[in-house]
């Protein structure tokens, strides 16, 4: 069997973000200072944290923890925030998801100054980049941006015209639709349940480029596809400890239809991560 599925290799990406970062805090006199807020024992978590200190700290830029117990008062963190919030030596701030139960997320990230901000969680980031105004880019979708764009020039790909984005919620969906009309793509949203509709399918069927993001496996298949399409998998799923996307890469692997896919993981993560970290360079230049 001829395999013409080709990865979109997202560690290339983002070792490329990275060396250019690295070589414009090599001229700053005050390095970026990135806080990371780990609160409870989630053991993904504390590997997802643990990739970002390392990150940051190869390409130069400081990184300091705070971490609380599972038990930690919603009070105390606000408080801490805060203080990052006031501090000039702190360029950017994160809080590590997902929240110990009786925490609220809302309440939590937006008590992060915007400008400080750097995941693009805080309401008003998302309110400015969706009015079209300056703002931090949210740092998921401007990594799946990054994908898309680095996959249409890897490939000289033409005739990207239509993008369908399939999500869990309104608030992504959204997001998405604005990433992609500002680079001139007419982008359409659905959920996952819908994905069978027929509407749906015809939508994603005529698709240029796919944004799976649930965490449902198998959801996309390649019957599902046009030829030449561009699929960016930010799923993340558990099959027998092995970590997978949504799209059923089997399928792909065995299909004589031209397609390009993020994989996972190795995909849209690590590209997340150096799209975090050029956040927190671009607030602290400002």
């Not at 939590?108 to 400080?116: F, G, M, R, S, V």
């Not at 480029?209 to 959801?219: D, M, P, R, S, Y």
Request: charged share 25%; aromatic share 6%; proline share 3%.
């Amino acid at each position: 069997m001829f395999y013409i599925m080709q990865l979109i290799k997202g560690r290339e990406i983002a070792d490329n973000i990275l060396v250019d970062i690295k070589s414009k805090i090599a001229e700053m006199e005050t390095k970026p200072t990135l806080a990371v807020f780990l609160i409870g024992e989630d053991e993904a978590s504390k590997i997802y944290v643990g990739l970002k200190e390392k990150a940051a700290r190869d390409i130069g830029m400081n990184c300091v923890l705070f971490k609380y117990d599972s038990d930690a008062s919603e009070a105390e963190i606000l408080n801490k925030i805060e203080e990052a919030n006031k501090s000039m030596d702190i360029s950017g701030i994160i809080v590590q998801l997902p929240l110990p139960e009786g925490l609220d997320k809302n309440k939590i990230t937006n008590a992060i100054i915007p400008q400080k901000d750097v995941d693009g969680f805080h309401s008003e980031n998302q309110r400015l980049f969706l009015d079209d105004k300056e703002c931090v880019y949210p740092v998921f979708p401007k990594a799946i941006m990054k994908m898309v764009e680095a996959a249409v020039e890897n490939n000289s790909l033409e005739n990207i015209k239509k993008a369908s984005v399939v999500c869990m919620s309104d608030d992504f969906g959204l997001i998405m639709q604005e990433a992609f009309r500002k680079v001139q793509i007419e982008a359409s949203y659905f959920f996952c349940d819908d994905i069978d509709k027929k509407e749906n399918a015809n939508i994603l069927k005529e698709s240029d480029v796919i944004i799976t993001a649930c965490g449902k496996i198998n959801l996309i298949n390649n019957e599902m596809v046009k030829e030449g399409v561009v699929i960016i998998d930010g799923g993340i799923s558990k099959v027998n400890g092995k970590v997978v996307g949504d799209a059923n890469m089997q399928s792909f692997e065995k299909s004589e239809i031209p397609a390009f896919i993020s994989p996972v993981p190795s995909g849209v993560g690590p590209v997340t991560v150096a799209c975090l970290l050029e956040n927190t360079y671009l607030a602290s230049d400002k």
